[in-house]
């Protein structure tokens, strides 16, 4: 159905093979992004680290000149191992650190980086390995895009967000002070290596965030991936998580390749929570609430706007705040925010549009819809919700 003014929808329902418990899920998973000439490959593979001078040989022959952007918590742990892999490829490696955390997303830290690249010697045929979480991802993926008007890139994400969400679909960038991501360019990755293992490092509060997303996937595409997440809670099954990362690249490969710009509407439903948890992550301040746990506000208060505007069941509303507390994200607005501040912030946001708001709604679970006929009276009812 062609895109309307008021609402598109994506009613393509996506069919993954599910691998129970019971299965003996492979150790060496991935998925395919089809997007012509940048189409790239995902590996989902614990100890893969280890492999990525091999894999920048094969995607890379001739370039032998490379810098790694990490930061300083993921550096001291995983930059060693992808050094001397690199190292043993042939390549002729810079090691660039930053520190961690939010703050490290911005235009300052993307010059510094761009600066450190140049006194590397970098050009245009070398590349850049993005190591780290969703930061670095995005980061590295903008300084890629802007470095020598653009250098190929590996993305080795190494978190549980990074690796079913950001290092997939090609969106780079970074903050200014008043906005999340509003400096930025589509610049689709040479290869994205995910290496499962990097995960038992996580502390639990980076662990749960990265839920929040996979339960946005689950919300928009893949209801019956829900039962999968909750047996998840206990981070003890390698491969059941190994799968359940494949799962998600996999819907959000399908969603990007049938949208990669984000110019037919379909891409817009990975928003889905995503219209107020942004403007609540700014009015936080970068750093204070994660991500994922800015986001899974924003899941709580678009399914009761769905309630209320769309066809989703209460019960299902409850349901998926049921498993946002199951994963210890927040799910009650603190009085610290204020409404009227987290609207100003929303309205700066890409997806207010000539002052409409394009907002994802779920008229059911595994189904969403960008509806612009939300209102800002919807939104400050939301986050009054919210404070319950």
């Known amino acids: 159905m062609p895109p309307s003014h008021a609402t598109v929808r994506f009613c393509h329902v996506l069919k993954l093979s599910f691998m129970s418990q019971e299965n003996v899920v492979p150790l060496r998973l991935h998925v395919d992004v089809d997007l012509g000439p940048r189409s790239y490959r995902v590996d989902v593979v614990p100890g893969l680290l280890h492999e990525i001078g091999e ?11 490379c810098a790694i952007l990490t930061d300083s918590i993921v550096g001291p742990l995983y930059a060693e191992a992808a050094l001397h892999s690199l190292q043993a490829a042939g390549c002729h490696v810079t090691l660039i650190t930053v520190p961690s955390g939010e703050s490290s997303k911005s235009l300052r830290t993307a010059e510094t980086v761009c600066s450190q690249m140049a006194r590397a010697g970098l050009d245009r045929k070398s590349f850049l390995v993005a190591l780290g979480g969703g930061v670095i991802g995005d980061l590295g993926g903008f300084c890629a895009s802007m470095y020598q008007r653009g250098i190929p890139y590996l993305q080795c994400p190494t978190t549980v967000l990074s690796q079913v969400d950001s290092s997939v679909g090609g969106k780079t960038g970074v903050n200014l002070p008043d906005a999340k ?20 490092s996580l502390p639990a509060r980076e662990w749960n965030e990265g839920f929040a997303e996979i339960i946005k996937h689950a919300c928009i595409r893949d209801a019956g ?9 206990n981070r003890s099954d390698e491969a059941l998580m190994a799968e359940l990362i494949r799962r998600n690249i996999a819907i959000k490969a399908r969603i990007v390749e049938a949208d990669e710009f984000e110019t037919q509407g379909l891409r817009a439903l990975l928003n889905f929570g995503h219209t107020l948890g942004h403007a609540i992550e700014a009015a936080a301040g970068y750093g204070k609430l994660l991500h994922g746990e800015a986001i899974s ?3 709580r208060a678009a399914a009761w706007l769905s309630v209320r505007l769309s066809t989703l069941t209460s019960a299902d509303a409850e349901a998926i705040t049921r498993l946002l507390k199951q994963y210890h994200l927040p799910t009650v607005l603190g009085s610290e925010f204020q409404t009227e501040e987290i609207l100003q912030i929303a309205r700066m946001d890409k ?4 002052g409409k708001v394009r907002f994802i709604l779920l008229p059911h679970l595994g189904d969403a819809l960008v509806s612009q006929e939300v209102t800002e009276d919807d939104l400050r009812a939301a986050l009054a919700e919210l404070r319950h």
């Open 351 to 354: 997806k207010f549009e000539h």
């Open 181 to 200: 991501n509003m400096v930025g360019a589509f610049h689709q990755p040479a290869h994205v290596i995910a290496d499962t293992r990097t995960l038992s």
């Open 225 to 233: 991936m829900l039962p999968l997440i909750e047996k998840a809670a």
């Open 297 to 299: 506000l924003g899941l």
């Open 55 to 65: 894999i920048a040989h094969q995607r890379f022959a001739g370039k032998k000149r």
